[in-house]
């Protein structure tokens, strides 16, 4: 059985009947399914599928609006009341760069828009810059491996690739055999390596003692180093710790105050809007949700409900003991103190007035 679902169809008189299709439904059947609920005939009428378009300038301000797949850029950004420059305007989409002069003949469909939503980001920039791409990480080139053969002469060593296909599978008598034979080869080598220091030992009976000058010399260039790395690392240390600013209590409730328009804005990922969209499986999950905990729940009077209540207050007093609260004035300056979640508005007013140069004048604060 093929899924039903409704479609939002806008009509001349500015309804918005939901009209229940499913795959094997056309478009002719919805327009005259439109028609038959407001008496219209099918034949003067024909559906249009439009594109919601968000742009978003650099001012972080955005203009919505709706338009036909075959409209270009131009008449959209000439709808929406938004002025540009043609030689520095670039539209970026999914990753592309739409610089001004491809405005005029580029339209939504030709970018593969033919129903939906889209948002666009709108941006000035040096011709000389549009040339270069961002996010990019030129990926470093992997260092030459040489072999030296005499003081002047380099041979280039490639490390062979290995082919996939002719990886054999692995059989655990081959490996057996030839574990057994590095064995062998370890003990031989290690035989050879005893006779040998047993002859050098009947040659040199004691070292020589331009060895032992060479090893002090090596530990006291190695304490050396040690010793300036350990002095480098401190000198990083202190330096981090003068770059934390001093922070200067200036009242009561740990008053704090600073300018917001120094402060360094943060990077934030505009969310679609698409994501607060709520979906068929959303609303069943939350019917679902609402039947259990009504079935779960056990019958209670208004008094244990209230009783309920207050504890779930009282829990929440003892979680949260503080809280922060900030309040900014139209000169982006910003006060900040700490106060109880039992105290009212009117004592954070009163906090607000003790900084003010003239404290009898009032004053609203809004959210």
Do not use: W
């Not at 062979?160 to 490996?175: G, Y």
């Not at 047993?198 to 190695?222: F, I, Q, V, Y």
């Not at 922070?247 to 328009?261: C, M, T």
């Amino acid at each position: 059985m093929a899924a039903k679902h409704n479609i939002t169809v806008l009509t001349p008189n500015g309804r918005r009947p939901a009209i229940e299709v499913n795959q094997n439904t056309t478009i002719l059947e919805v327009l005259e399914k439109t028609c038959s609920k407001y008496n219209f005939n099918p034949d003067e009428y024909d559906l249009n599928i439009n594109v919601t378009i968000c742009v978003q300038m650099e001012s972080g301000d955005r203009q919505t609006g709706e338009f036909a797949p075959t409209t270009s850029l131009e008449a959209i950004l000439k709808n929406l009341n938004i002025e540009y420059d043609i030689e520095t305007v670039v539209i970026v989409y999914t990753q592309r760069k739409i610089y001004g002069k491809e405005f005029e003949n580029l339209t939504l469909r030709s970018l593969g828009l033919g129903s939906g939503k889209a948002l666009f980001r709108l941006m000035h920039r040096n011709p000389e810059e549009n040339k270069e791409q961002a996010h990019v990480y030129n990926i470093p080139q992997k260092p030459k491996i040489f072999e030296t053969i005499d003081d002047d002469e380099f041979v280039f060593k490639r490390t062979p690739a290995t082919d996939p296909k002719k990886s054999k599978v692995l059989d655990p008598i081959s490996l057996i055999k030839a574990e057994k034979e590095s064995h062998k080869k370890c003990d031989t080598n290690i035989n050879e390596t005893q006779t040998k220091v047993a002859a050098e030992k009947t040659l040199k009976e004691s070292p020589s003692s331009s060895a032992l000058k060479n090893e002090r010399e090596d530990n006291k260039k190695s304490k050396l180093s040690e010793d300036i790395d350990l002095e480098k690392h401190e000198e990083v240390e202190n330096k981090s710790l003068q770059e934390v600013p001093e922070v200067q209590i200036i009242g009561e409730r740990d008053a704090l105050l600073f300018n917001q328009a120094g402060a360094k804005p943060m990077n934030q990922n505009p969310v679609p809007d698409s994501f607060f969209e709520v979906t068929v499986n959303d609303i069943r999950a939350l019917i679902r949700d609402a039947r259990n905990a009504q079935n779960d729940a056990p019958l209670s009077t208004a008094a244990m409900r209230q009783r309920d209540k207050d504890n779930a207050q009282m829990e929440q007093l003892r979680k949260y003991k503080t809280v922060i609260i900030r309040i900014q004035f139209p000169s982006q300056l910003v006060l900040q103190g700490f106060f109880t979640p039992v105290e009212t508005v009117q004592t954070i007013k009163d906090f607000v007035k003790t900084y003010l140069e003239n404290p009898s004048e009032d004053f609203n604060l809004c959210e």
